[in-house]
């Protein structure tokens, strides 16, 4: 029997095996993915600022899977592309003979003296979790020690991760002030960007007005600062320091390092695809999500690695292993951006909805667009019980 095997229950894994056993396919459609639960990685922001639980944003794979999928839970080590087969932690090695990897993304410190040591990443449960432990410890310790660098917190890249999560850091500050008892007034909040602009994607007008919100809420931002080493108390950008005891580690992801550990030919743990995600040389396997890179055919240049992307790729990736399952030719990725979405804390936000022209929206009309966007991603993946209980 053919079987179909799909690295990683994120966005995109998740939604090519549920393609794929919609397809109603005679292949054995196998799901690799090291945790029981599948997460919402664009909701980790919230874990970590405090505004969510955990619980919120997980849901439990085994639930939302069709019958017909075999689920393996474990740690992808390698890939043997020549062998089609997938190394495995604990299991024996698996063989394919078509694969989906979506292994996702993981943290990028380009290498940067300390960032790893002492800057607290959001890259996936355990981590947005141990960011808010970090935090509110931090926070809460200031009533004996009196230091101010206790109620200092660097937030490291002004990009989405980092903008979201100052969105909702400055909405819950007030109410863990509040239960833990340090004074609001003393806390600095400081947000170092080396590039000149925060916030790329969007227009002037919606980055002024997103700048403004979380400056009034009391966040520093020092733009064209090249972040060049983190300490323990300390971020540093060449001979400025910003001191803190809490580090916030936002300055991008890059794919798994299952990619360059199995030997591909990758970039920050990323591979150029071929115009139908499939590797080059290997047409029975696809790249989608974090640890791929699809040029743009309009702009040259890569497309940026977004939820919404990845769930395109997957719809592109399960319907080229039918077509070559059945002989057929498989289709070229295309994509076409709804718009992006930026929330400010759980009641504000900016967006850009590309329909009919570009629409941009501000404010607290935003929070209801996220939500729309969060529930029908989590009714896709899932069911319509799992988005009731996660409200
Ligand atoms: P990002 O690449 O979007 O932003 C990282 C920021 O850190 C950049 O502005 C970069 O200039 C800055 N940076 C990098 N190195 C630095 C240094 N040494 N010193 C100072 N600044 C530095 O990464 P992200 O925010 O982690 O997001 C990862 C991906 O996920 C992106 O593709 C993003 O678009 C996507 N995402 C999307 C959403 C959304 O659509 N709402 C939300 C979160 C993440």
């Given amino acids: 029997m053919t079987t179909i095997m799909v690295l990683g229950a994120g966005y995109a894994g998740l939604r090519v095996v549920k393609k794929l056993a919609h397809a109603k396919t005679d292949a054995h459609i196998v799901l690799v993915?090291?945790?029981?639960?599948?997460?919402?990685?664009?909701?980790?922001?919230?874990?970590?600022?405090?505004?969510?639980?955990?619980?919120?944003?997980?849901?439990?794979?085994?639930?939302?899977?069709p019958d017909s999928v075999e689920l393996i839970i474990d740690k992808v080590v390698g890939i043997d592309q020549d062998n089609r087969k997938v190394s495995l932690e604990h299991h024996d090695p698996l063989s394919y003979d078509y694969l989906v990897n979506a292994l996702g993304f993981e943290s990028e410190t380009f290498g940067i003296k300390g960032a790893e040591e002492y800057?607290?990443?959001?890259?996936?449960?355990?981590?947005?979790?141990?960011?808010?432990?970090?935090l509110e410890q931090t926070l809460a310790r200031y009533q004996t020690s009196?230091?101010?660098?206790?109620?200092?917190?660097?937030?490291?890249?002004?990009?989405?991760?980092?903008?979201?999560?100052?969105?909702?850091?400055?909405?819950?500050?007030?109410?863990?002030?509040?239960?833990?008892?340090?004074?609001?007034?003393?806390?600095?909040?400081?947000?170092?960007?080396?590039?000149?602009?925060?916030l790329p994607m969007f227009s002037k007008d919606l980055v002024d007005w997103a700048v403004d919100y979380l400056r009034k809420r009391g966040v520093n931002f020092h733009t064209s600062t090249p972040i060049t080493e983190v300490r323990q108390d300390a971020v540093v950008s060449n001979d400025q320091e910003f001191k803190a005891h809490t580090i916030i580690w936002t300055t991008g992801v890059r794919g798994s390092h299952v990619i360059a550990d199995s030997g591909y030919n990758q970039k920050r743990n990323r591979v150029v695809v071929r115009d139908d995600l499939s590797v080059e040389q290997?047409?029975?396997?696809?790249?989608?999500?974090?640890?791929?890179?699809?040029?743009?055919?309009?702009?040259?240049?890569?497309?940026?690695?977004?939820?919404?992307?990845?769930?395109?790729?997957?719809d592109t990736a399960a319907a080229n292993v039918l077509a070559r399952m059945r002989g057929q030719e498989p289709q070229r990725f295309t994509f076409r951006s709804l718009g992006t979405v930026c929330s400010l804390?759980?009641?504000?936000?900016?967006?850009?909805?590309?329909?009919?022209?570009?629409?941009?929206?501000?404010?607290?009309?935003?929070?209801?667009?996220?939500?729309?966007?969060?529930?029908?991603?989590?009714?896709?993946?899932?069911?319509?019980?799992?988005?009731?209980?996660?409200?």
């Fill in 345 to 391: 804390g759980p009641h504000d936000g900016v967006a850009e909805i590309d329909r009919m022209g570009t629409l941009k929206l501000k404010g607290k009309v935003v929070s209801v667009l996220k939500w729309i966007v969060n529930e029908r991603s989590v009714l896709e993946l899932a069911d319509v019980r799992t988005m009731l209980e996660s409200n």
């Fill in 119 to 134: 800057g607290w990443p959001l890259v996936d449960v355990d981590t947005a979790l141990a960011a808010r432990k970090k």
């Fill in 282 to 314: 290997h047409p029975e396997e696809f790249l989608v999500g974090d640890v791929s890179a699809v040029p743009d055919p309009q702009s040259g240049r890569l497309y940026p690695t977004t939820a919404q992307i990845s769930m395109a790729q997957a």
């Fill in 146 to 198: 009196h230091d101010p660098l206790d109620l200092s917190i660097v937030v490291c890249g002004a990009g989405f991760t980092s903008i979201e999560y100052l969105g909702e850091l400055v909405y819950r500050l007030p109410q863990l002030s509040k239960r833990l008892g340090f004074p609001m007034d003393q806390v600095k909040v400081d947000c170092i960007e080396a590039s000149p602009k925060i």
């Fill in 33 to 65: 993915n090291q945790n029981e639960y599948h997460y919402e990685s664009t909701q980790l922001h919230q874990v970590a600022a405090g505004t969510k639980e955990p619980a919120d944003v997980v849901f439990d794979l085994r639930k939302s899977l």
